[in-house]
């Protein structure tokens, strides 16, 4: 009997696995058992807490805290930025890939150079964009400032996302459109018609990333809204409001909350999960 040779590269590359979701998995262990611990630590000598709550602390979270008025706001502000930064990705996209038109490659190109800039250099920029604006002034409109947030998520994520997009619609057999062209269709019912049914794949991972970068960000909230209430405030700067002092930081309520905020976002992603798939693989094929 022969015996088995053992793949050494396959147990190297099992181990590696193995290791990167501990790392992964081991913080939200951490996350999820502080959630249900009644002590305001975010240790446990055991697995399972000692003083252990099923609902504790999520009552003293909405009750003690603005919570769900945070996730109104954020989810607001990710909803709208998915929908616009998705709209106009999706139109761009095709505009790259299937129309030729004067400095057509420059502007691509420019869309490459842009994300090199650092997002942070622009604080300054945007700081005195806000100021002309007057949404630090004491009587400015809060939607104003709100409107003002989602517009920085939006057009900061289009040059990233119109080229995933240009991408995919590349990759799209151009004989599609000839053919639509010979039958007498235009640009319209060649993009309504026939790509958009197509690019659905992509669509959904842009929808995606556009719906989750306003809900972890830190920095922009910080940067609009720290002198608001604390009913303005979005999920992320509210639940660090909560651990900001160490002496009366309420590390639960933070687990609790950072629990919650994951529920919308995994359950989109369910959703979309056969789509997103098929995006991220061909997105890439055609530049």
């Not at 240790?43 to 008025?69: D, H, K, V």
């Not at 939006?154 to 459109?177: C, E, V």
């Not at 306003?214 to 409001?241: C, R």
């Amino acid at each position: 009997m022969k015996k088995k040779k053992i793949d050494i590269k396959l147990i190297i590359t099992y181990i590696i696995l193995s290791v990167v979701a501990i790392v992964i998995l081991f913080p939200l262990l951490v996350t999820v058992m502080s959630a249900f611990n009644g002590s305001n630590t975010l240790y446990s000598a055991s697995l399972i807490p000692e003083n252990f709550t099923l609902i504790g602390n999520f009552q003293r979270l909405f009750t003690e805290t603005s919570y769900l008025r945070w996730y109104f706001n954020t989810f607001s502000v990710a909803t709208i930025t998915m929908v616009c930064g998705t709209f106009v990705v999706t139109i761009m996209g095709y505009v790259y890939s299937r129309l030729r038109f004067k400095y057509r490659r420059v502007s691509v190109l420019s869309l490459l150079l842009v994300q090199i800039i650092p997002a942070g250099s622009t604080l300054i920029a945007l700081y005195a964009i806000a100021q002309s604006l007057g949404i630090y002034s004491s009587d400015n409109p809060v939607l104003l400032t709100y409107m003002f947030m989602i517009l920085i998520y939006t057009t900061g994520a289009i040059p990233m996302n119109t080229l995933l997009m240009k991408g995919y619609y590349d990759s799209i057999p151009r004989d599609l459109d000839e053919s639509a062209k010979i039958d007498g269709a235009g640009h319209l019912q060649i993009f309504k018609e026939i790509m958009l049914p197509l690019v659905k794949p992509m669509i959904s991972v842009i929808a995606l990333f556009s719906f989750m970068g306003p809900i972890g960000d830190v920095i922009m909230p910080n940067f609009l809204i720290s002198s608001l209430s604390s009913d303005h405030k979005t999920l992320a700067t509210g639940l660090i409001a909560l651990i900001a002092s160490p002496k009366d930081a309420s590390f639960n309520l933070f687990a609790a909350g950072s629990i919650l905020v994951a529920i919308p976002a995994v359950l989109l992603f369910y959703k979309l999960q056969r789509h997103i798939m098929g995006g991220l693989t061909s997105g890439g094929v055609k530049g």
